[in-house]
Antibody, heavy 123, light 107 residues
Framework: QAQLVQSGSEVKKPGSSVKVSCKSS????????FSWVRQAPGQGLEWMGG????????NYAQNFQGRVTITADTSTSTAYMELSGLRSEDTAVYYC????????????????WGRGTLVTVSS | DIQMTQSPSSLSASVGDRVTITCRAS??????LAWYQQKPGQVPNFLIY???SLQPGVPSRFSGSGSGTDFTLTINSLQPEDVATYYC?????????FGQGTRVEIK
């Protein structure tokens, strides 16, 4: 059964960076897309960016351009999200989510989600 | 950027009622629309893609419709386990966007 296993909770100081991992199992890692979606306390879902590991193609939401870096290691089937310049408003649950590939086309909806990683930014 | 607007932001209905949630895109997205259910304290659950295609395992009381800019999610015969926030999401490009969510409660 396919699953995405994310790294554990983090507590960070303002101005620092955090790197969250997402290990995929049960599927052809390189062919899918992997995105990061965050949810601040009591708020909705916000797409941050994504990657297609087979090509290394990345896309980022405008709100996070310059602050987020998404990478993937095909040898370990793991995707990563690094967010820099942390501020209190970045306190949120960060989800890894997989997008399907149908034929030759990658689709950017999310049929599989990790359990989320809580990142708390506090001085 | 294409904006996704859901209405209402919250609703309360009785068990057995038919519930309809609307999602409007600011530009034509054809049928590149997905719906998710997020129960309190849980991970989002994928329900529907291509505006009306039900993900396997999703109860048949859920259905989606629409194209272009206007879409709906319908829950026929609301059940207590359907209490959740529902999100639409457009994926017509590699810059997906979610609606703000609709909270569904039992009256």
């Amino acid at each position: 059964q396919a699953q995405l296993v994310q790294s554990g909770s983090e507590v960070k100081k303002p101005g620092s960076s955090v790197k969250v991992s997402c290990k995929s199992s049960g599927g052809a890692f390189s062919s899918y897309s992997f995105s990061w979606v965050r949810q601040a306390p009591g708020q909705g879902l916000e797409w941050m960016g994504g990657i297609i590991p087979i090509s290394g193609t990345t896309n980022y939401a405008q709100n996070f351009q310059g602050r987020v870096t998404i990478t993937a290691d095909t040898s370990t089937s793991t995707a990563y999200m690094e967010l820099s310049g942390l501020r209190s408003e970045d306190t949120a649950v960060y989800y890894c989510a997989r997008g399907p590939k149908l034929g030759d086309h990658n689709f950017w909806y999310f049929d599989l989600w990790g359990r989320g990683t809580l990142v708390t930014v506090s001085s | 950027d294409i904006q996704m607007t859901q209405s209402p932001s919250s609703l309360s209905a009785s068990v057995g009622d038919r519930v309809t949630i609307t999602c409007r895109a600011s530009q034509d997205i054809i049928n590149y629309l997905a719906w998710y259910q997020q129960k309190p304290g849980q991970v989002p659950n994928f329900l529907i893609y291509a505006a009306s295609s039900l993900q396997p395992g999703v109860p048949s009381r859920f259905s989606g419709s629409g194209s272009g800019t206007d879409f709906t999610l319908t829950i026929n015969s609301l059940q207590p386990e359907d209490v959740a926030t529902y999100y639409c999401q457009k994926y017509n490009s590699a810059l997906p966007t979610f609606g703000q969510g609709t909270r569904v409660e039992i009256k």
